[in-house]
């Protein structure tokens, strides 16, 4: 029999196991198990049993700070097995830009939303005195609304007393600010941020060619001398850039810079095209006329008739682009407006 290889000084044998309550192990980090629950919830716990405790106790009092809060993800305590979580069913966001049958169906507005979620999230723990000190695309999960939540809070935070605790996380090479030591800051976490929008709008990491582990001095090379990827021509591109030259006075300065790209695509997304408005006699009329062709219908109605749209007309333009007028449901039958926006 062949003899197994010798393991280097100081490696640790990581044998899979599952506490009281857990199906199935459904994802792994460096320290630790996420194990299914329930529909629900998760259980993360460590990954050598009774190891990496103090951890688990910062991420719980990080999670006690921050929650609840619609771009984090929820807990629910901390017991004697590990961390109750929210289930994000949807999965990680790195995992989903990644899949094959999904980035056929991403448009460039869920990567956009997705972007200023993550700012948003981002933004709202440094106003609570938390940082992450891994923020990636494997740590922005997505629910059953396919909304990102941040999760793995392993940071450091100051509590009300103002003591700092730390967890000991720290960001991979392709998202890691080169700085003295190992001292992390609301930058360090911000250039973190850029390496995450660049890789939702683009689908992959910067350097893709390099790998994070292998390549990890010659990405921190580029990275002291500024030799970014080019984002020219990436939506939200001088946002990715401003994150990788510490530009930004903070997350919030980056999240109102999203904020304002967001609605700039929504409304170009239905700039320079007609669009149909349709009148009813009433809404059910309405529903069955348009359900035949519309994947969404909007309703409003006006005295005692019922106008109805496809999804993509701005509701903006009612009462503005159109008169009403006044109809007797008994002389109205569909009639049709061309509506130039």
């Known amino acids: 029999m062949d003899q197994l290889p010798a393991l280097p000084d100081g490696a640790t044998i990581i044998y899979p196991y599952l506490p009281e309550g857990v199906s199935k192990i459904i994802a792994q980090g460096s320290s630790s198990f996420i194990g299914k629950l329930n529909e629900e919830t998760v259980l993360k716990y460590p990954s050598v049993r009774g190891e990496d405790w103090d951890r688990f106790i910062v991420e719980k009092n990080i999670y006690e700070v921050l929650c609840p809060h619609p771009r984090i993800i929820k807990s629910y305590g901390l017991d004697k097995r590990g961390l109750t979580l929210e289930y994000a069913t949807g999965g990680t966001l790195q995992d989903h830009l990644r899949s094959l049958d999904s980035v056929r169906s991403i448009t460039t507005a869920d990567r956009i939303r997705w972007c200023y979620q993550a700012a948003e999230a981002v933004a709202y723990i440094h106003t609570k005195k938390v940082l992450h000190c891994d923020i990636s695309t494997r740590n922005l999960l997505l629910d059953k609304d396919f909304n990102v939540k941040l999760s ?11 003591v700092r605790h730390n967890g000991w996380a720290l960001e991979n090479n392709k998202a890691y600010l080169p700085r003295p030591g190992t001292h992390s800051d609301e930058q360090s976490d911000i250039f973190a941020l850029g390496t995450s929008l660049y890789e939702i709008m683009t689908g992959h990491e910067p350097f893709p060619e390099l790998d994070e582990h292998k390549d990890g001095e010659e990405i921190e090379r580029r990275y002291q001398k500024k030799e970014f990827p080019d984002v020219q021509g990436i939506t939200g591109g001088s946002v990715i ?36 408005v349709y009148v009813f006699p009433d809404a059910t009329t309405a529903i069955a006329r348009l359900w035949r062709v ?48």
């Open 241 to 276: 850039s401003k994150c990788w030259n510490c530009l930004y006075k903070n997350a919030e300065a980056c999240m109102e810079e999203l904020h304002e790209i967001k609605l700039g695509q929504q409304n170009a997304s239905t700039s320079g095209r007609l669009s149909k």
């Open 152 to 162: 793995d809070f392993q940071g450091e935070y100051v509590d009300e007393n103002g």
């Open 294 to 341: 519309c994947n969404e219908v909007m309703l409003w109605t006006v005295g005692t008739v019922a106008i109805a749209r496809g999804v993509d007309v701005s509701l903006a333009h009612f009462g503005r682009d159109l008169e009403f007028g006044e109809w007797d449901s008994a002389e109205v039958d569909e009639r049709t407006f061309e509506v130039d926006k």
